[in-house]
């Protein structure tokens, strides 16, 4: 392992931690949130996950470290997101948690307000809402924290480029690689698509260059 741990952090404690969460990947959708969640929440943070956002950089230590170790099956913004999901599971009630996927949840994770995510969670069960029914729901309630005109799809590819490059080292990432890139429409997917071929050979042609 070429990962340089902190002199204050608990080397084991994150070889314990990046081997727990890399065997949980053989898991899927809400399943995978809820057992990561509890884990690093337990471990990390002693069962308080309102020291997950904790600004005290002594109390988020370790947990910084653990995102940053090269060989975890999964970027920060992953880890993070399933986290969250895992939290909002708990809160909800579970004839609602239980009826969501997780793309369902990710995209409720987007309403701050407890109560109002129950009501939006409630309504995407009854009437069998897609993620991006719920997210469009979520976000009409919201108008004045909805993204620019044109940057979805940047956004979308820089997070989904990013998944590729973590994947790239470990085909257990890919699934969650291809939920991200499953949930955009046939149009944005082929935008998409469009965008990282130009970019491949841009690198190609600056590797060329090199020589």
């Known amino acids: 392992m070429t990962d340089l741990t902190p002199p204050n952090i608990d080397a084991k404690l994150l070889d314990g931690a990046v081997d727990f969460i890399n065997r949980a990947t053989h898991a899927s959708g809400v399943q995978l949130a809820v057992t990561i969640s509890e884990y690093v929440i337990d471990t990390f943070f002693g069962g308080n996950a309102g020291l997950l956002s904790s ?21 920060a913004a992953t880890l993070f997101r399933l986290i969250r999901v895992g939290q909002q ?26 109560r109002q995510k129950a009501h939006f969670a409630r309504q995407a069960v009854k009437h069998a809402w ?67 071929a130009a970019l491949q050979q841009m690198l190609a042609d600056v590797l060329a260059a090199m020589g």
């Open 130 to 196: 897609t993620a991006q029914k719920l997210s469009a729901e979520i976000a009409a309630k919201h108008p004045q924290e909805q993204p620019k005109p044109g940057r979805p799809h940047k956004a979308a590819l820089l997070k989904w480029l990013g998944g590729l490059q973590r994947a790239a080292g470990d085909g257990l990432a890919l699934p969650l690689v291809s939920e991200e890139f499953a949930e955009l429409t046939a149009d944005q997917q082929q935008k998409l698509t469009a965008e990282v």
């Open 55 to 75: 600004k005290d950089p002594t109390k988020t230590a370790s947990f910084r470290a653990l995102c940053e170790r090269k060989d975890l099956h999964m970027g």
């Open 89 to 114: 599971v708990r809160h909800l009630p579970s004839d609602l948690s239980e009826n969501l996927s997780q793309a369902q949840h990710r995209a409720l994770l987007a309403e701050p307000d407890g």
